[in-house]
């Protein structure tokens, strides 16, 4: 990852789209193919998805990513299709991740409390009672299937909570630390040493950089993490307005000039970046040993069947808001 004035914040992996690919369902890869009931859409170990689950996720993902800044994306033709594939993904991406915490929340003995089954059901009563009939029938749902669908839900958010406790929540500026710097690159040695004898005859960086830097950048800002290690030595030790001298790496040869050793903001930012990278490898060393060894149906004959056909009566897109709301006690 290189910084360009700003950092790519990582996404939490639970809630995050992993997309469908060959023979997967999510990130879960299918080992298994045998019957399944013609309601379900997939099942992954014991934990099962109706396909009245699935419609809810469909015709909520259809309406949120299907209207952007007032325009009703379905309406343009050229977009449809993928569209249609993308929301279709998201939903199998979304409810499979749900399923899997729900597994690892049984195995860990993770269950809601009296008090949280009591606010999923209110949730889940507030939606219901948001749809309208042509709603209802669309989903082919009740009040109870939401409500178990929240638990489900919330089950899942506890499930991942459970597993961050022990991540170590504290990063230090060092080693979130992001500099602003100007680079020169080049490839070739005998070029490289052009440069070195232009920068120590005093020539002005950004010229010299004009002319040799094949990067696609001149101007840039990095943290520990996202340059060669060579550079990242040098570059950390350098004072403001200072150059490195030539620095080989397995690609070619740098020369760097800091400009600022320490961008509090992007600093900041990048201290986000790794903390989310730490949580995501956490939760991987429990999701992944998880479905390890589990076993996957997709009845995916069903599933190409099922067609995403935007209905103008049917308009809710608050599922993931309601219950978020609940969840967060608001």
Request: glycine residues 6%; charged residues 35%.
């Amino acid at each position: 990852m290189k910084v360009q004035k700003k950092i790519k914040l990582a996404a939490i992996v639970l809630v995050s789209a992993l997309l469908l690919g060959g023979c997967r369902i999510g990130n879960v890869e299918v080992v298994l193919l045998k019957p399944i009931y013609h309601n379900q859409v997939f099942k992954i170990g014991k934990e099962v998805c109706k396909k009245k689950e699935a419609k809810v996720y469909l015709a909520n993902y259809m309406n949120i990513y299907g209207n952007a800044y007032g325009i009703r994306l379905w309406d343009e033709k050229s977009r449809t299709e993928d569209l249609e594939q993308y929301v279709k993904d998201m939903t199998i991406s979304q409810l499979s991740q749900v399923k899997c915490m729900n597994g690892i929340a049984h195995q860990h003995e993770i269950e809601l409390t009296k008090e949280e089954e009591k606010k999923a059901a209110e949730a889940a009563a507030k939606y219901f009672k948001s749809l309208s009939k042509k709603e209802r029938r669309y989903m082919g749902i009740d009040e109870s299937d939401i409500k178990n669908m929240y638990q489900e839900y919330w089950i899942a958010m506890k499930a991942y909570r459970s597993l961050m406790k022990g991540v170590d929540e504290e990063v230090s500026d060092d080693e979130a630390r992001v500099i602003e710097a100007m680079q020169i690159f080049v490839e070739d040695k005998s070029r490289a040493k052009e440069v070195k004898k232009r920068l120590k005859n005093g020539e002005d960086f950004a010229a010299v950089a004009g002319t040799y830097n094949e990067k696609g950048t001149i101007e840039l800002s990095f943290g520990r993490e996202d340059m060669p290690k060579e550079v990242v030595k040098e570059a950390f030790e350098l004072e403001n307005g200072k150059i490195s001298g030539m620095i080989k790496t397995e690609e070619g040869y740098y020369f760097i000039k800091c400009v600022d050793k320490y961008d509090q903001e992007l600093t900041d930012q990048n201290k986000k970046v790794i903390l989310d990278a730490r949580k995501e490898k956490a939760f991987h060393n429990v999701y992944d040993e998880y479905v390890a060894d589990i076993s996957t149906v997709f009845n995916e004959g069903m599933w190409k069947r099922i067609s995403v056909e935007p209905d103008k009566d049917v308009k809710t897109d608050s599922f993931f808001e309601v219950i978020d709301k609940a969840i967060q006690g608001k």
